[in-house]
């Protein structure tokens, strides 16, 4: 049986249509999910709602993280600013794939704009399921993270 995670996930008002999407998927995969907003389409500011998710896995409330807006690059760029997070902008499930097993990313940005839907839910599940390889990865984590 797969693994589940206890997650936090939160979107801009970009990003929000694939975080409601993403939610029900991920809940009926089995996953626990804290939704941290937004909760509707009208423009907001992305880090008021993406920080929250970051610092709560920093904090170890949640095992893993996911931000959503149009591009998914400012939501990255929020979430890296939080020690002890590492999130990528995922677009395929191959990067999806890089980012687990060579970065041990604890956090995955999508953009709403960049991708269907289709692609939005298979690049979550392969990024949920790649576990970190460690070996040579491991002193690169150590270097990003000032270990």
């Not at 995969?29 to 880090?47: F, I, Q």
């Not at 959503?68 to 760029?77: K, M, P």
């Amino acid at each position: 049986m797969p693994r589940t995670y206890s997650i936090a996930i939160g979107s801009d008002h970009a990003g929000f249509r694939y975080k409601e999407l993403l939610k029900g998927v991920l809940l009926a995969d089995g996953h626990s999910v804290r939704d941290l907003g937004t909760d509707s389409e009208a423009p907001c500011d992305y880090p008021d709602f993406i920080r929250p998710v970051a610092e709560a896995v920093a904090r170890g409330e949640f095992e893993r993280g996911i931000v959503l807006g149009g591009s998914g690059n400012g939501e990255a760029i929020v979430a890296n600013r939080v020690r002890g997070v590492r999130c990528g902008v995922c677009w395929t499930e191959q990067v999806a794939i890089w980012n687990r097993a060579h970065n041990d990313a604890n956090c995955l940005s999508i953009g709403q704009r960049t991708i269907t839907e289709e692609e939005a839910v298979k690049i979550t599940r392969t990024w949920l399921s790649t576990e970190f390889e460690g070996g040579r990865h491991l002193a690169r984590i150590r270097k990003i993270d000032g270990v």
